[in-house]
């Protein structure tokens, strides 16, 4: 069921939380900084309020965001571990498809990235392809940790629009 931004205003903080929470993978608290920037003109005000809120979070808090969200192809999406936005985010991206061989590159991936950056590699994978997403791999383990940091933040807000715009008419 999709929201009207009437509906979504209309809320209660806790039906607010309730309906927004995993926008920001295991990080309701997003959605209730967010929650007293009501009433939201569009979906845009949204995105935006929430945006801030994230943008307005301590370091500390920005990093657990970040070390929330699963490795791409990782282990937990064969064992079925993911939430359902997820799940569905990485299988419209072919990554429940992948080769063997693809598996291992991604595996090898996820392990020198995370063993470089201290956190998961962070990608908005809808309407990616599977050799988009390994070139982004590549190209963004020779980044220094403080771009990664913030290409996180950006690439979680990307996700956040979309499940928004998944939510939300």
Aim: with cysteine.
């Amino acid at each position: 069921m999709k929201y009207t931004i009437a509906a979504l205003n209309a809320l209660n903080p806790a039906d607010f939380v309730k309906l927004l929470g995993g926008v920001y993978e295991h990080s309701p608290w997003v959605a209730e900084r967010a929650y007293p920037a009501r009433p939201f003109a569009d979906r845009e005000a949204l995105l935006t309020a929430m945006c801030d809120s994230l943008a307005q979070a301590s370091y500390e808090e920005q990093l657990a965001l970040i070390r929330a969200h699963p490795d791409l192809a990782g282990k937990a999406a064969l064992r079925g571990e993911l939430t359902a936005a997820s799940t569905n985010e990485q299988a419209s991206a072919g990554l429940d498809q992948c080769s063997p061989e693809e598996l291992a590159r991604f595996h090898d991936l996820n392990t020198r990235y995370k063993d470089r950056f201290e956190f998961p590699f962070i990608m908005a994978v809808k309407n990616a392809t599977r050799q988009q997403i390994l070139g982004g791999f590549e190209t963004r383990l020779h980044n220094s940790k403080s771009e990664e940091f913030a290409m996180a933040l950006s690439q979680i807000n990307r996700i956040a629009m979309f499940r928004v715009n998944d939510l939300i008419l």
